[in-house]
Structures are given as structure tokens and as C-alpha cells.
């Protein structure tokens, strides 16, 4: 039998019928409201793995001199060589989402969630004590890489285990606040990573974090995992997984899943494009484009982050009244018609350091009103049976072509063309097509 599916808030229904028909018949077990652990347990890994991967953006321009520039390379070079590996670690993300989300679906939320915040703390902090290329040689580069491989496996199951989690408690017509807190944690470790970069490089001076201080916000992420972890380990199972396993529902079909993967790809890669552009290049576009300072240019990403951190919640909440898709349209439109005069304010040498400070913030609140609504969408566009696996490798599969590539494609554009206005022309064309697919309503066959 063939059926329109349209999920709340796709369609522009409020995002509040399927929660009540949902929770209408999960019954007593499924009428507890969901605990500040909870949430706090749902987001807080998000907030640890976006830390790393921040500070990991951030300090791009001096992991590149450490592991990726021997004698006679040029700094360019090592750049380029510092993001391949940075997408790598995107790459490996579906493949942490298919594997971690597999099991996710099968055993439970709460198992698995406690397995992927242990291996991103494991690894990011053992970033923080590896040997140098001026050390270990060749050696360095490729262990860096390794250990960025795990990230990548464990943040590709992160996502999707904690967006089920957080919408499978959200009270009814409230998922998309709820899914938001997990965007705002992204902001909140984008936000921290871009802070504790910046203190670092304020306090020790340009000599030490490039000699030794960049260790330090990689040493951080250790205490964060730990109470990572102990959040998890007192958390329950969702009541939609419980009711699942109570009623033994079967698997859905792999086309229509492969559907609203493809079509999930689409309607979040200029969240994932735009916000890699505006929040994790920016820095190092600064420095080498523009050739401003490594503590200014991390600086002037502060006021990226708190736009696109201020954003998220209200977007969420709004995403609750008027639909997802409408929220989300608005911010790819605005980006997609924006980038480019933003990044021509950016380079005019008559802008003063609070127009560009008003700009950025500006910039990230446009990306906030994308990834407020964005987890609630994906997540509305899955069964709970395939929930964990079919939004992972959506948002994994777009964050590795339009995140983790951002910052490789971006660099080697500049490059070899020398146009600075490259990293708007790919925010833009991102948002622009991410919007067409916002515009499209979802069908898929159901039996």
C-alpha cells in the first residue's frame, strides 16, 4: 500500500500530531516527562565531540607547522595536508553511523551512547600527548590521522544515538526544542573550543602555543568525557525503544530509508556547509587570505559562534509553532543571497573590528536558524525502528561531503585561484540547493 508520509513540521503542521498520536499510545511508562539528566546526557557528548572538532579547526594553521610541514614544505602545503586529514575523519563518520546506529536500534540507546563518549575522549585526548613531526617523523602524521579516524567512527554514531534520545523524551510538540539542545551544544563546543584557543593563544603568546601549548585544549576533552560518562551511565532507555521492544515491530524497507537518507543529505548540507564556513575556516582563512594574526583571527570568531549559539533555541522553538521546513528555508535562503557581500565586508580594510564582529554574528545566527529545527526534522523523518541509523548517516554522509571537506576544498581553491571570495561562493551554493530540497515534502511507500 502506497501512502504520503508528511512529518510534523515538515509539512508545516506545528510538529505536534504525530507527538500526541505517538505518545498517546505508549502509555503510563511513556508519560514520565524526560529528567534534566536526560537531556543533559543527550547533549553533553555532542558538546565534547564539536569541542575537539573545533579546537581541531581552530588551531589548523599550527598542527600543520607541528605534523604536517618537514623541512623545505611550505605552509600551504601543510595546510592542505592538516584539513585531508580533517576530512578523513568526516569520511569515517557514516560508516560510525551505520555501525554505532545499527546497534543503537537493536540494543538500546543508553549501551551505546556510553561506548561512542568513551572513544571520542579516549582519542581527542591522547591528540594532546603525540609526538611531533620534528619528534617522531613521519610517524606523526599518520597517528594524528588515526586518532582522528576514531573521532570520526565515534561522531558518527554520537549524533544520531543523541537527536533519538533527546526527541524520543521531548514532551508532545516539543521536539523541535528539544533536538535544538543538541545543536546548541554543537554551538556550545564550537563556542568553547574557539574560547579555549583563544585564551591559550592570549595567555602563552604565538611561540608557546605553536611550541607546546596546543596541547592543552586537547587535554581538556578528558575531564569533559569523564562527566560525559557519568551522565550516561545513570541514564534510562527511551520509552519509545521500550515500547518498540515491547510490541517487536520489524524492520523497514532499505529503499525507503536510502529515500529520506538522500533526501535528509539535501535539506541539512547547508547547515553543514555554511556552518563549517562561517564558524570552524573562518580563522584560518583570516591568516592566510587575509593575513590577519592567529589571536585576532581567533577572536573574531567568537561573535560567529554566540549569533549562531543565540539562534538555535529560538529556532527550535519557532520550528514547534510554524514547521521545520519554513525555519530552516529561511536561514538557506538568507545565507545563499548573504555570503558573498559578508565576506566583501570582511576583507575591506574600512571595516572596524565591531562592524566585523556585528557581520559574524550576524553570519552565525543565520546558520543557527538551520541547525535549531535541523535534528528534530531528520529525526521526524525516520521510524523509531531505524531512527538512530537512518538520521546518522544523513547528517554524517552531509557533514562528510560539506563539513570535513570544507576546509580542503576551500583552501586549495584559494590556492591555486587566489579568489578570497571562495569560501562565500561555497556557503552559498550549498544553501542554495539545500533550500530546493527544503521545498520538496517528503513521500516514501510504507506496507
Not at 19 to 46: H, K, L, M, Q
Request: hydrophobic share 50%.
Amino acid at each position: 500500500m502506497k501512502l504520503i508520509f508528511e512529518p510534523p513540521g515538515d509539512s508545516g503542521d506545528h510538529g505536534e500530531r504525530r507527538d500526541r498520536d505517538e505518545r498517546g499510545s505508549r502509555g503510563d511508562t511513556a508519560a514520565r516527562p524526560p529528567t534534566v539528566r536526560a537531556v543533559a546526557a543527550g547533549s553533553v557528548g555532542n558538546l565534547v565531540e564539536w569541542y575537539e572538532f573545533g579546537v581541531y579547526g581552530y588551531l589548523a594553521t599550527v598542527l600543520a607547522e607541528r605534523f604536517f610541514t618537514p623541512a623545505g614544505g611550505t605552509a600551504a602545503e601543510g595546510l592542505v595536508r592538516t584539513y585531508a586529514s580533517f576530512a578523513l575523519a568526516f569520511f569515517f563518520r557514516p560508516l560510525g553511523a551505520a555501525l554505532f546506529g545499527r546497534l543503537g536500534d537493536r540494543i538500546g540507546r543508553r549501551p551505546v551512547l556510553i561506548a561512542v563518549i568513551a572513544l571520542m575522549a579516549a582519542a581527542t585526548t591522547l591528540i594532546g600527548v603525540l609526538p611531533t613531526y620534528a619528534t617522531a617523523g613521519a610517524l606523526a602524521p599518520w597517528l594524528l590521522t588515526f586518532l582522528r579516524v576514531l573521532q570520526g567512527l565515534s561522531a558518527g554514531g554520537e549524533f544520531g544515538g543523541a537527536v533519538a534520545l533527546m526527541t524520543e523524551f521531548a514532551p508532545p510538540g516539543r521536539r523541535g526544542l528539544y533536538g535544538a539542545w543538541q545543536s546548541f551544544t554543537v554551538a556550545l563546543g564550537l563556542l568553547g573550543g574557539a574560547g579555549v584557543a583563544a585564551a591559550t593563544a592570549t595567555v602563552l603568546g604565538e611561540d608557546q602555543l605553536v611550541g607546546w601549548g596546543w596541547r592543552l585544549p586537547f587535554l581538556l576533552a578528558l575531564p569533559l568525557g569523564l562527566v560525559a560518562l557519568w551522565l550516561r551511565v545513570g541514564l534510562e532507555e527511551t520509552p519509545e525503544f521500550r515500547e518498540r521492544e515491547r510490541t517487536a515491530v520489524g524492520p523497514s524497507g532499505a529503499g525507503v530509508v536510502a529515500s529520506a537518507v538522500l533526501l535528509g543529505i539535501g535539506r541539512v548540507m547547508g547547515w553543514s556547509a555554511a556552518g563549517y564556513t562561517f564558524l570552524v575556516v573562518l580563522p584560518s582563512y583570516l591568516q592566510a587570505s587575509l593575513h590577519t594574526g592567529v589571536r585576532e583571527a581567533l577572536l573574531a570568531t567568537v561573535p560567529a559562534n554566540v549569533g549562531f549559539a543565540a539562534a538555535i533555541l529560538p529556532a527550535g522553538l519557532l520550528s514547534d509553532r510554524f514547521g521545520r521546513r519554513p525555519v530552516m528555508l529561511t536561514g538557506a535562503v538568507l545565507v545563499a543571497g548573504l555570503a558573498v557581500p559578508l565576506f566583501n565586508l570582511l576583507q575591506s580594510e574600512g571595516t572596524s573590528a565591531v562592524t566585523r564582529g556585528v557581520a559574524t554574528c550576524a553570519a552565525g545566527a543565520l546558520v543557527g536558524l538551520m541547525a535549531g529545527p535541523g535534528p528534530a526534522l531528520l529525526a521526524e523523518m525516520f521510524p523509531a525502528r531505524v531512527r538512530w541509523t537512518g538520521l546518522g548517516l544523513a547528517y554524517s554522509l552531509s557533514n562528510a561531503v560539506f563539513s570535513g571537506s570544507a576546509g580542503l576544498i576551500i583552501t586549495e581553491a584559494l590556492r591555486r585561484t587566489g579568489n578570497v571570495d571562495v569560501p562565500a561562493y561555497y556557503a552559498a551554493a550549498a544553501c542554495a540547493v539545500s533550500a530546493l530540497a527544503l521545498m520538496k515534502r517528503q513521500t516514501r511507500k510504507a506496507s
